[in-house]
């Protein structure tokens, strides 16, 4: 581990060797590097090393503005004061530091060479230092490490996450392992009639790009699969866990397509295990009669628009008993690294409410946006919504960390009966954009 060690020592006070001294005996196995700071260009030339697990400052006698570029470089920080040559220096530019929250702790003593004070504040460095040499151990099942290892949006305070959306909507949440799953369902289905289906599927829709029907025969039946388990639990909806349950080998189908015969038929099929996207999908259907579509915005600053991807929408966005359909094709994405994904195409000038839940906070983000295109390409997820909004900056100021990152389309300003319902649920609206 290195360390930086720094005088800022305008006059040149004999301080420096005997504090060398302490502690090159006290932290044998650190590698401290010495410089001596009498310009700001010499702390700025300091900082720039390479390497540095950690700073130690001596203000020992100083001019201000000299150690300002170390205090607000963002390394961790000890700033050790010498009461009667530095305290200028320090009362000045040590509380300005701490105002921009900078990684900083300062003592100010007239014996900065104090062997038991030393040991106490270099240790702080030295005890990061040392973290980041460790390693812990995890061992939890495949499906639990490949979330801790991805942490991909949906993992946001998985474990109580159930508990908060119960206790927000009062909705019941039904677990199911993916082995009783398998076991029960999956497994069992049918696979004559799963050709007969995928087979189907090919026919009815209206492009089909690079995929057959024997691509279409592991979707075809996990379909199938999910819609006995919905029966037999009695669920509304349902949350598939797809990415970690694919990448470790836990399951052999995306359900992209699945869950979008099962939105036709007024069921929400949900992404990557999301229940703070399942319950604002319930909300909306009883609300509004409507699908939502679960989608990674990404913002483009300098188009003021929005791209909202995924691999999968519902068609029948504009209402569950509306006969209206949008058009989709059968695609690869990701680079043709994935198969059975979905590209929907959205309808150009109208209005969307985008939704997301931070249930931790009672928080409901919400903004509306209009719009103004669709892409097609191999290049991330299938569907690319794009939309327009005011001001995608706010958005990104104002984004709740523990909303996660999915957010949720529906068709439409609703906006004014969202306010109202979620008013009555007990949830802050944050408007960012």
């Not at 009362?91 to 014996?111: D, Q």
């Not at 008993?321 to 990701?334: E, F, K, N, T």
């Not at 195409?345 to 906070?361: H, R």
């Amino acid at each position: 581990m290195k360390i930086k060690v720094l005088f800022a020592n305008f006059w040149g006070l004999p301080f420096s060797e005997e504090i060398k001294k302490t502690l090159n005996k006290l932290f044998p196995e650190v590698e401290f590097e010495y410089e001596n700071l009498r310009t700001p260009n010499d702390a700025l030339k300091a900082i720039k090393s390479s390497g540095i697990d950690g700073v130690l400052l001596f203000v020992l006698s100083s001019i201000p503005g000299i150690v300002r570029p170390v205090l607000m470089s963002g390394l961790p920080t000890v700033v050790i004061n010498e009461t009667y040559g530095g305290s200028g220096e320090f009362l000045l530019e040590y509380s300005k530091a701490l105002k921009e929250e900078k990684p900083i702790v300062a003592v100010s003593t007239r014996n900065v060479a104090d062997e038991a004070l030393l040991k106490k504040y270099v240790g702080y460095l030295v005890a990061i230092a040392r973290l980041k040499e460790s390693k812990i151990l995890l061992i939890t099942s495949k499906t639990t490490t490949a979330q801790a290892t991805l942490e991909f949006p949906l993992s946001v305070d998985m474990h109580s996450t159930i508990r908060d959306i119960q206790a927000i909507f009062g909705i019941q949440v039904e677990l199911m392992p993916i082995n009783e799953f398998k076991e029960k369902y999956y497994e069992t289905v049918n696979e004559a009639k799963a050709s007969e289906l995928a087979e189907k599927w090919v026919k009815e829709a209206p492009k089909v790009v690079e995929h057959g029907p024997v691509d279409f025969f592991t979707a075809a039946k996990l379909y199938l699969a999910l819609k006995a388990a919905i029966e037999s639990t009695g669920a509304d909806a349902v949350a598939f866990n797809c990415i970690p349950l694919f990448i470790t080998g836990e399951i052999d189908a995306w359900p992209c397509v699945p869950f979008l015969k099962l939105q036709e038929e007024g069921i929400p099929g949900v992404c990557e295990g999301d229940l703070y996207s399942a319950a604002l999908m319930l909300l909306m259907k009883r609300l509004a009669d409507k699908p939502g579509y679960i989608n990674d915005p990404a913002l483009d600053d300098l188009k003021q628009e929005i791209v909202y991807y995924h691999c999968y929408s519902p068609i029948n966005m504009y209402g569950y008993s509306d006969p209206r359909r949008l058009s989709y094709a059968i695609v690869p994405s990701h680079g043709n690294t994935k198969k059975q994904s979905v590209w929907v195409e959205y309808p150009v000038g109208e209005k969307i409410t985008v939704l997301g839940l931070s249930p931790a906070e009672r928080i409901m983000t919400l903004h509306v946006a209009e719009i103004v295109g669709n892409e097609y390409g191999p290049h991330v997820c299938a569907t690319k919504v794009v939309a327009s909004v005011k001001d995608t900056k706010k958005l990104a100021e104002n984004w709740p960390h523990r909303s996660g990152w999915h957010r949720v389309i529906f068709l439409g300003d609703l906006r004014e009966d969202v306010v109202n319902v979620a008013r009555l649920l007990g949830l802050k609206v944050l408007e960012p954009a």
